[in-house]
Structure formats: C-alpha cells, structure tokens
C-alpha cells in the first residue's frame, strides 16, 4: 500500500506549529509534514497529558528541521512567542476522549474551549498566515439518515462534541471578527499506529491479542465510519495549503461499521475466536450513528490511499508488531481508568481472560 501522495503546495509555508502534536493524529502529521515539505520547519508543542508520547514522534526526533516544546496551550505567556516564530498554526490539541468528559467535564472545557482560545489570541497577535483547527464529526451530533454536509446545523450531545463545537464557534468568530484565516477540518474516527488504547479500536486489537474481552458497548450498533491517520493528515495538509479561511471541511472514509462489525475485521486479522466480543452497559447519550460527506473536501483533490481493508490491516499489524509501544501504557494508570470503565481489572499483561459466560 502506497503512502498518501504530497500534497500539492500552492503557498509557502517555512515553519508549521502543531499543537497537540504529541498525541496520535497530531504527530501523524507532524511525522508525514517533514517528508511532505522538506524545506519546511515544524514546531511540535504538547502538554504530555497522559495521551502525549514522545515516542510517536521518535522517527522524527533527529530530523534537524523538527523541534518539540512542551508547553500547555492555555498558558498564553509560554505559547505565545512560539506562534509567533511560526507561519502557520495547525491545532490538534484536545481532550478527546467522550467517556473521559463525561467523567470530568471541567477539564474537556478548559483545554478544549479556553485553550482554543488562547492559540487563537496569540495567533491574531502574531498576524498568523494560516490557521486550521482540528475538530471532529462528532460536532454533528446523531446523524439517522444520510450524510451531513459542512452546512449542516451542530448538535452535539457530549461534554466532549460540546467543546469542540464551541472552539470552532470561537474559531470563526476570529474570522469574522478580526479576518483570522481560520479554517477547520471535522474528521471521523481515524484509526491507525500510536492511537492510545482506551479507543476502541487499539483497545480491542491490544485486548484480543491478550485473549482478554473486548468490551463492546450496548449490543454494538453504534455506526462510524473508520478513517486511516495518514490519510487524515493528507486531508488536514491539503486545507492547510488550499482551503479557504472562514470554510469547514470533512475528512470522512465513507466505509460505515457498526462496533460488532469492527470486532470482526479485528478478530478474523488475528485469528482469535469471536467470543472474546462481550457486551457492556451502554454509555449514556451515546450517539448511534455518524456520517458526514466529503465532497468539498475531494474538491480540493483529496484522495484516500487506504481503503477499508488496507487500513484494518495497517492498523490491526502495527498493533500486533509494536507491543514494546503499548504494553507498557496499558500497565500504567491506564489500568485503573480500565477499571473504572468498565468494573473490572485487565489482566496481566500476556494472561489470558476467561470471556464474559465462558466461565
């Protein structure tokens, strides 16, 4: 399978801050910018909340056109003089985790909303080039038929959707307001190397590849479609070089699965048995179904290099081949978020779990 091709490049942008770029599609990004441009700088800031790892951008550590701070995007003092230094801002940084905000809220507003905020002061301070802000499909809200276009209302039904919501709101009230060249890109469940595994998609790769459960939500009907990360970062570069400031744009595989069909291209990929699959008590105000259009987007040329079968097994490979990158995450304090959510304890890692009425 062939790498995303280059984005063509219809403006020149010398160094790129990515925010956030330590978590899995933010340094996606950042680890396919420095071959995309190679006479481009990036700056990568993160927080290194419990999601930021710098070993997602070990390929890049070395690259002498690549720089990490880490700094928190709510902090304008330290943040800042780094947009200034920089043509552009790319802001991946979030929390973006739906059971986390319904546990704490509080903090899915501060860094979502207040900290969008303050990259978007410290952007029109700086008088940035160009600015895209990385939202989510999500924003949507439940989608029963059809497929939502970029002018469709938001609805979204979460504490972690509502934030996002409300940084694009403030987003493009910085266009309108003060001509900020702001464009956002609404993405969907992207998938793929170095995703942190309480989504379920590593989760149930990292959990099957353990024989322990794979707890799937309610009876598993809830539809997304799955998108490959580095498609995802083709998509983001592209508006970053050709979208129009003040536009929103969806980056969606248009491949639907419901959460037992993904379990399935798991499994048969791993050749473990189906009844590692166990049904768990629904998340509350879980939103059954999402689909957003992306006709505006292959507007501008863009083009999936992955297609549903290529990015199950690009990803569910990566997994079974880099157990050194998550192992030692999932036996951390991953182990009492896992608890928490879901009542009971994971394993020792490489212990097999009886499944949920086998026992």
Known sequence: MSAPAEPEKSRTLSHVLVTGGAGFIGSAFARNFVVWHPNARVTVVDKLTYAGNLNNLAPIWENPRFR???????????????????????????ESHVDRSLNDPDVFVRTNVLGTNTLLRAARAADIARFVHISTDEVYGHVATG??????????????????????????????????????TRGSNTIGPYQYPE????????????????????????????????????????????????????????????????????????????????HVTDRPGHDLRYAIDSTKLRGLGWKRAYDLPATMDATVGWYARNEAWWRPIKAGAFREYYKQQY????????????PAGKA
């Open 68 to 94: 990490f701070v880490q700094a928190d995007i709510c902090d304008f003092e330290s943040i800042a003089p780094l947009v200034a230094q920089a043509d552009a801002v790319v802001n991946f940084a979030a």
């Open 147 to 184: 497929a939502a276009a970029e002018d469709a209302p938001l609805k979204p039904r979460n504490p972690y959707s509502a934030s996002k919501a409300g940084a694009e709101l403030l987003a493009f009230s910085y266009f309108t307001n003060f001509g900020l060249p702001v464009m956002v």
């Open 199 to 278: 989504k379920a998609t590593p989760l149930f790769v990292t959990n099957a590849i353990d024989n322990l459960p794979m707890p799937i939500y309610g009876r598993g009907t809830a539809i997304r479609d799955y998108l490959y990360v580095d498609d995802h970062a083709a998509a983001i570069d592209l508006v970053l070089h050709h979208g129009t400031p003040g536009e929103a744009y969806n980056v969606g595989s248009e491949d639907a699965l419901n959460t037992v069909d993904l379990a399935h291209h798991i499994l048969s990929r791993l050749g473990k048995p189906e009844e590692l699959m166990t």
């Open 343 to 354: 009542g009971k304890e994971l394993a020792p890692s490489g212990t097999p779990a009886t």
